[in-house]
C-alpha cells in the first residue's frame, strides 16, 4: 500500500519526536524518532535517525500516545534519514520525552558486514533478539515494501545469521 505524501518538512529534530504516515487507504500509521545522529565509534549513519513504527491505524492524524509502546511495533526498529520528512513520507504531529517504557529493552539488527547482530551503537551482541531489523540506512523502495509486508501480515525481520537458526515455519 503506498504511502501518500503530506506537506514536508523542514525541521530539526528530536528524540521523542512522534510522526505520522499517511497510507493510500488515507488512515494513519505513528512512527517516534529513538535516537539521533551517529551510530557506534565508526560512525556508519550520520546523520542518521532511528526510529519504530507502531501497529496503531487512525482515521486522524493525531496519535494517542499513550497507545505508542515497543509491543504495538509493526516493523523493527530502523534507520531512515531525514529527506522523508522533507519529502512528506513522514510529518512530525507531536513530542513525548522519552522514557525507558518507550524503548525495547534491546535493539538488535542483522549486519551483513559481520554476519552477526549488533545494537543501535554497533556494539557486537551474542544473540538475536525480536524484533531484529537491518544494521543498514533503510531506502525507500526497501521501508516501502517492508511498511506492505507488514501490513499484510507478513512477518518483517532483519536476516539470520549464517550460524543462528532459521525462523520458525509459519503455522
Known amino acids: 500500500m503506498p504511502l501518500k505524501k503530506m506537506k514536508g518538512q523542514r525541521r530539526q529534530h528530536a528524540v521523542g519526536d ?6 493510500d487507504d488515507s488512515s494513519y500509521r505513528f512512527g ?12 556508519r549513519f550520520p ?12 482515521s486522524a492524524p493525531e496519535p494517542d500516545l499513550a497507545s505508542l509502546s515497543p509491543e504495538r511495533l509493526l516493523l523493527p526498529p530502523f534507520f531512515t ?3 522523508v520528512w522533507q519529502k512528506g513520507y513522514f510529518r512530525t504531529v507531536a513530542h513525548e520525552e522519552l522514557e525507558a517504557a518507550h524503548l525495547l529493552k534491546q535493539h538488535c539488527f542483522y549486519d551483513a558486514s559481520t554476519e552477526g547482530y549488533v545494537d543501535e551503537n554497533d ?3 551474542a544473540e538475536r533478539s525480536e524484533p ?9 523502495e526497501h521501508f516501502q515494501h517492508e511498511l506492505d509486508e507488514a ?6 525481520h532483519g536476516a539470520y545469521a549464517r550460524n543462528a ?5 509459519a503455522s
Request: hydrophobic share 45%; glycine share 12%.
Open 81 to 83: 534519514m531525514n529527506w
Open 32 to 43: 517516534r524518532i529513538v535516537k539521533m545522529g551517529e551510530s557506534g565509534p565508526q560512525g
Open 18 to 23: 512522534v510522526f505520522v504516515l499517511q497510507l
Open 151 to 156: 501490513l499484510a501480515g507478513r512477518p518483517v
Open 123 to 125: 556494539n557486537i551482541i
Open 47 to 58: 546523520g542518521g535517525i532511528l526510529a519504530y513504527i507502531y501497529d496503531v491505524a487512525s
Open 132 to 140: 531484529c531489523g537491518w544494521f543498514a540506512l533503510t531506502n525507500f
Open 165 to 169: 537458526s532459521e525462523p520458525p515455519e
